[in-house]
């Protein structure tokens, strides 16, 4: 079994949907979602960068 072969989670958020049927209440809260997910991602980033920072200083010394 593979990655692909999971089953995937519905998007909460699509990027690039219509937003005119939307209520204000429903895009201040996609708006939170977004800000969350974003959150999320920067942490990954930090988290990635700082395993590559220390395997580049393992390999340097």
Request: proline share 3%; net charge negative; charged share 30%.
């Amino acid at each position: 079994m593979s990655f692909e072969d999971l089953p995937k989670k519905p998007a909460l958020v699509t990027l690039g949907e219509n937003l005119d049927l939307l209520s204000v209440a429903e895009l201040e809260q996609r708006v939170g979602e977004l800000e969350q997910e974003i959150a999320r991602v920067k942490a990954a980033i930090q988290s990635k960068r700082a395993s590559k920072n220390a395997a580049d200083a393992f390999f340097r010394s």
